[in-house]
C-alpha cells in the first residue's frame, strides 16, 4: 500500500450539489483511475464550505489550493496539471473582483480572512458521514469527559460561565435554560434540536448539520446529561433531505458504536436520539408549537407559564435549543468557559454563523466573532453589492427581523447593539438589499409571508396580518391615502401586544423598521403615486425619458416582447399593447431614462 | 461492534488522525518530486511511487510527498527536493526507487544528507 499524497476536499453541501458537484465527483473519480493516480490521490466530500457563491468548489490538501466554479470539463486538465504534474490551475483559482487577481490559497482568500471557525471548525476538513473524522477531530471527548468527570451541576455552570445565548434567535441564556430545567423534577425529561429554520433566506441551520451532524448530537448528549434526560428528539423540517440523511447516518453510527443508546461509554448513563420531520410550517419553530407538532398534533403555540422547563412534550420537563447552540456545546465542554467567553463582546460571547444572501457578491455561511461589525460581514467577506449598485440596507433576523439602513452598518453583531438599531440578531439570516429594491415592496413580501404562516389561533395575529398585509398591497399599486401611515403604526403596536406567540409578537417589525427608516418611500408611494426603486409596476408608466435616454439601444435590444422602437440615434419609445411590464428595459438601462 | 470505552475513543482518535493530517496539520518534512514532462519521461512516476511507499512503511504522518514542476534541471532528472523544518532545501538528482530508499532511510529518517546523490551546486538553474 502506498500514501495518499492528494486529498481533494470537494464540497458536498446542498449549494454545491445544486451547482454539479455530484457529477464533478464521477468525473473526477474516473479521471484519476484512468490517470493511474487512484492509489495516490482521492476525492473525499465534505460539508458545505460557505463559499456557495462559486460553487462547485474544492479544496486541495496538503497544499490548501481552492477551486472554485470546477466543471467536468475542467477535470482532465486538472488531474493532469495539478495532481499528475504539480501545476496548479490558475484560471480555476479565485479572483479578487478588486484588483483581478487570482488568489490560489483558500486562507488568502478574503471571504474567508475575516471569518472565525468554532461551530464549523471541521467544515471542509472532515467527511460528515464518517463517524471516525470526527472523533480523529476530537469527537465525543466533550462527552467523555462531560459524563466521566463532570457533575451535572459543572456541566451547567460551565455552560452558563460561558455566556452562550441561544442562537434559534431569543438569545436567552443557554446555560439558565438547562438550569432551570435540571431543577424540575420529573423521571422523564426531554432534550430537544430545534432544526426548523423557517426564516426566508436562512440556511446555517441546515448547513451545521450537513457538515458536522455529530457535533449537534454530542451538543444534546451534553444537554442530556446535564438535566438528566434519556430521549432527544431533533426536530427538522422534510424539506432538508441532505441534513435528514447525514443526520440519519451520524445516529446510527453513534449508536453503533454505544455513543447513542443504553449504557453509554460504559458510564451507565442512557440517551437516544430520535429525528421528528416536520412538515415545513414557520410556527413550528415556536418551541411550544414545536412540542404539539412532535406529539402528533397539529403545530400551535401555547400560552406560557409554564415554560418548557416545567412542562414541556408530553407535560414533561424539556429543554429545546437550536441547532447552533446545541453545536457550540462540546467545544466549550472542552476547552472551557473561559475560551469561549475569550470571545465576543460584553453581553454576546463567542461566535455567529450568517447566511448571507441576497445583492451580495459573495452569497454563502460565514462565522465570525460577536462584536464584528456589520460593514465587515457585508464588504470584507461579503465582497460588497455586485453591479455596482449601492448598498440600501439588510434584513436581519427575516420576517420577525428589521432592516439596518447603510448609516449604521458599523453596528457590530451583538444581541443589544443590533436590537438598538431597530432590527434583531435572529437566527442569522442576512439578507442585502441593493439601491433598486422598494422597502415598501419588501415589508409586503414579509408581511404576505407571516400572514399565510400565521397558524390562525389568536385574533390579532390572524387577522391582524392580514390587515397590514392589505394595506401594504394598496400602497404599492398606488391606492394609498396619508392616514394608512397611522394605520400601519397603530395595528402593528396592537398585534405586536396582544399575539399569544413570538410570531405575531415579532410580525409587524419589517413594517415599523422600514417606516423608521424609509417613510419617505412609503410618502412617495402614497402622496405622489411613484415608486422611488421601480419596483412596484401598477406606479410604473412604462415611459422613456427622453431627456435622459442616451439612444443607446439597449432596452430595444433586450425586450423580450419587441415592444420598444429604437432606432439609431433615436429616443427608444415603449408600445405599451406590446409591452408584458417584464422590468427588462428598467433593469438594462444604464441612465435609469425609463419611468 | 461492541460499546466504546474511553480507551477506544483514543484509539480511533489516533488512527483517524493518520488520515487527517494531511488536511488539517502542517507537515515537518516536504520532499518535492519535479514532474516536468522531462521528469515523467526519465521516471519520475516511479520515484513517486517509491517514496509514497516509503512514507507509508514509516508510518509518520508528518511527510508530504507532493508533486512539483519542472525544476529546469531537465539533464539530471528525476529530482527531489526534500524541505525539512528550519534546514535548507536539498535537491536529489537522477533519481530512481533503489536510490529513494537510500535517501529515505539515511535523510528522511536520521537526517544525514547521501552527499553521493546530492545535486551540485553550480549546475542549479541550468
Ligand atoms: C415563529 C417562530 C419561529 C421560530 N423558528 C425557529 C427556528 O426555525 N429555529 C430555531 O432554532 N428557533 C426558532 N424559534 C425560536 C424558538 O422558539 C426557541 O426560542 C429556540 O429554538 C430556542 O433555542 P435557543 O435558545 O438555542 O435559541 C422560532 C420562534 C418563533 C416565535
Known amino acids: ?595 | 461492534m461492541a460499546k466504546l470505552t474511553i480507551d477506544d475513543l483514543k484509539r480511533i482518535k489516533e488512527s483517524a488522525r493518520r488520515n487527517l493530517a494531511l488536511r488539517s496539520e502542517k507537515g515537518v518534512i516536504d520532499i518535492l518530486v519535479h514532474m516536468g514532462t522531462c521528469g515523467i519521461e526519465a521516471g519520475a512516476r516511479d520515484v513517486m511511487k517509491a517514496l509514497l511507499d516509503e512514507t507509508e512503511k514509516s508510518g509518520r504522518t508528518d511527510i508530504r510527498v507532493l508533486a512539483g514542476p519542472c525544476g529546469g534541471m531537465c539533464g539530471v532528472e528525476p529530482t527531489i527536493v526534500i524541505k525539512s523544518d528550519g534546514a535548507e532545501p536539498v535537491i536529489y538528482q537522477q533519481m530512481n526507487p533503489d536510490k529513494i530508499q537510500q535517501v529515505f532511510a539515511s535523510h528522511v529518517q536520521k537526517g544525514e544528507i547521501v552527499t553521493a546523490f546530492v545535486k551540485a551546486p553550480e549546475t542549479t538553474g541550468e
Open chain 1, 1 to 595: 500500500m502506498s500514501k495518499i499524497r492528494i486529498q481533494i476536499m470537494l464540497c458536498s453541501g446542498t449549494g454545491c450539489h445544486s451547482t454539479g458537484s455530484l457529477v464533478l465527483r464521477k468525473a473526477l473519480d474516473e479521471e484519476i483511475e484512468k490517470q493511474g493516480l487512484a492509489e495516490e490521490v482521492v476525492v473525499i466530500e465534505t460539508g458545505c464550505n460557505g463559499f456557495c457563491a462559486v460553487g462547485p468548489v474544492m479544496l486541495v490538501q496538503p497544499e490548501g489550493i481552492f477551486y472554485q466554479k470546477v466543471k467536468v470539463d475542467d477535470v482532465p486538465e486538472l488531474v493532469t496539471e495539478h495532481f499528475l504534474k504539480g501545476r496548479p490551475v490558475e484560471k480555476l483559482f479565485y479572483k479578487d473582483p478588486a484588483d483581478k487577481k487570482r488568489i490560489p490559497i483558500m486562507n488568502d482568500i478574503p471571504f474567508f480572512t475575516h471569518q472565525m471557525f468554532r461551530v464549523m471548525r471541521n467544515k471542509g476538513i472532515i467527511d460528515p458521514e464518517v463517524i471516525d473524522e470526527y472523533i480523529g477531530r476530537d469527537g465525543y471527548f466533550a462527552v467523555a469527559k462531560a459524563l466521566k468527570e463532570m457533575a451535572p451541576e459543572d456541566i451547567i455552570e460551565t455552560v452558563k460561565d460561558s455566556g452562550i445565548r441561544g442562537r434559534g434567535g431569543a438569545g436567552f441564556p443557554a446555560g439558565l435554560k438547562w438550569l432551570f430545567a435540571s431543577k424540575s423534577e420529573s423521571d422523564v425529561k426531554y432534550v430537544l434540536c430545534n432544526a426548523d429554520e423557517g426564516d426566508p433566506g436562512a440556511f446555517m441551520d441546515r448547513s451545521i448539520l450537513e457538515t458536522d451532524p455529530h457535533a449537534v448530537l454530542e451538543g444534546m448528549i451534553i444537554a442530556a446529561r446535564a438535566i438528566n434526560a434519556s430521549q432527544g428528539y431533533i426536530y427538522a423540517r422534510t424539506e432538508y433531505p441532505l441534513a435528514i440523511s447525514r443526520l440519519t447516518i451520524a445516529i446510527n453510527a453513534a449508536r453503533k458504536y454505544g455513543l447513542l443508546g443504553k449504557n453509554i461509554l460504559d458510564t451507565g448513563f442512557d440517551f437516544d436520539i430520535e429525528i421528528y420531520e416536520g412538515a415545513g410550517a414557520f410556527v413550528c419553530g415556536e418551541e411550544t408549537a414545536l412540542m404539539r407538532s412532535i406529539e402528533g398534533k397539529r403545530g400551535m403555540p401555547r400560552p406560557r407559564p409554564p415554560f418548557p422547563a416545567n412542562k414541556g412534550l408530553w407535560e414533561k420537563p424539556t429543554i429545546l435549543n437550536n441547532v447552533e447552540t446545541l453545536a457550540s456545546i462540546p467545544q466549550i465542554i472542552l476547552n472551557g468557559a473561559d475560551w469561549y467567553a475569550d470571545v465576543g463582546t460584553e453581553t454576546s460571547k463567542g461566535t455567529k454563523v450568517f447566511a448571507l444572501t441576497g445583492d451580495i457578491n459573495n452569497i454563502g455561511l460565514v462565522e465570525v466573532p460577536m462584536g464584528t461589525p456589520l460593514k465587515t460581514i457585508i464588504y470584507d467577506i461579503g465582497g460588497g453589492i455586485p453591479k455596482k449598485k449601492k448598498f440600501k440596507a439588510v434584513q436581519l433576523g427575516g420576517p420577525s427581523g428589521g432592516c439596518v439602513p447603510a448609516q449604521y452598518l458599523d453596528t457590530p453583531v451583538d444581541f443589544e447593539e443590533i436590537a438598538k438599531v431597530g432590527a434583531i440578531m435572529g437566527s442569522g439570516g442576512a439578507i442585502v438589499m441593493d439601491e433598486d429594491t422598494c422597502m415598501v415592496d419588501m415589508a409586503r413580501f414579509f408581511m404576505d409571508f407571516i400572514q399565510d404562516e400565521s397558524c390562525g389561533k389568536c385574533t390579532p395575529c390572524r387577522e391582524g396580518t392580514r390587515r397590514l398585509l392589505e394595506i401594504l398591497e394598496k400602497i404599492c399599486e398606488g391606492r394609498g391615502e396619508p392616514e394608512d401611515i397611522d394605520t400601519l403604526e397603530e395595528l402593528s403596536a396592537m398585534i405586536k401586544e396582544s399575539s399569544l406567540c413570538g410570531l405575531g409578537q415579532t410580525a409587524p417589525n419589517p413594517v415599523l423598521s422600514t417606516l423608521r427608516y424609509f417613510r419617505d418611500e412609503y410618502m412617495a408611494h402614497i402622496n405622489e403615486k411613484k415608486c422611488p426603486a421601480k419596483r412596484c409596476i401598477p406606479l410604473l408608466e412604462f415611459r422613456v425619458d427622453e431627456n435622459l435616454c442616451k439612444k443607446c439601444g439597449l432596452c430595444h435590444k433586450n425586450c423580450p416582447a419587441d415592444a420598444i422602437i429604437w432606432k439609431k440615434k433615436t429616443v427608444a419609445v415603449i408600445e405599451k399593447d406590446k409591452c408584458i411590464e417584464c422590468m427588462t428595459c428598467f433593469d438594462k438601462c444604464r441612465f435609469d431614462a425609463i419611468f
